[in-house]
């Protein structure tokens, strides 16, 4: 007569708390590679500043237009620290140019020439190039809204007006998550 406990198989008493800590090891090393890559992108997008009316298909800048390209060199302009800017992008006008060039001047990089007409080629492009940095696009009405809206993934973004040079998006696009967008004037 055979005996019934002679049949079961002894298991290390150990295993279990071995597992259990293998997964706590490997929960955690997730976690801190997760928390070190999960960087955001920043792309400051505006318009180019006041241009000379009537003045033919590539006008230059106004008064009023350099000193509000002043103005964001100053307010950009900080060669070192945590905001410094990793690249400007313009769109191929020189109104574009006149404004980024003060900007570019004092943080001693070279502007960037960007497709006018392909929002989302350009948005792909500055995500993929400068993952986790901090980008400046400077564009047009037509095109500050629709690269916004190419970032961000979310709905068309608020029309800027003929007369509207001020208005100022930042949008912030994580690694992992939602984009936000913060619109404002300078």
């Not at 997008?45 to 006008?59: C, F, I, S, Y």
């Not at 350009?122 to 190419?150: D, F, K």
Request: glycine letters at 8%.
């Amino acid at each position: 007569m055979k005996k019934e406990y002679a049949t079961l198989r002894r298991q290390p008493f150990l295993t279990p708390i071995w597992l259990a800590a293998l997964a706590a090891v490997v929960v955690v090393s997730f976690t801190v590679w997760l928390w070190g890559t999960a960087t955001s992108t920043t792309v400051v997008l505006v318009r180019h500043a006041e241009k000379q009316l009537n003045a033919g298909e590539d006008p230059s800048l106004t008064a009023a237009g350099e000193a509000r390209a002043a103005l964001l060199a100053r307010m950009f302009g900080d060669r070192g620290g945590l905001g410094r800017l990793d690249a400007i992008y313009v769109s191929p006008t020189r109104r574009s140019n006149e404004t980024a060039a003060p900007l570019a001047a004092r943080l001693k990089i070279a502007v960037t020439v960007g497709p006018e007409d392909e929002p989302k080629k350009l948005a792909r492009r500055v995500l993929r190039e400068h993952q986790g940095g901090r980008v400046l696009i400077v564009g047009h009405s037509n095109t500050v809204p629709a690269m916004v809206e190419a970032l961000s993934g979310t709905g068309p973004a608020a029309p800027i007006e003929d007369e509207e040079y001020g208005t100022m998006y930042i949008v912030t696009v994580p690694r992992v998550g939602h984009a936000s967008v913060l619109r404002l004037n300078y």
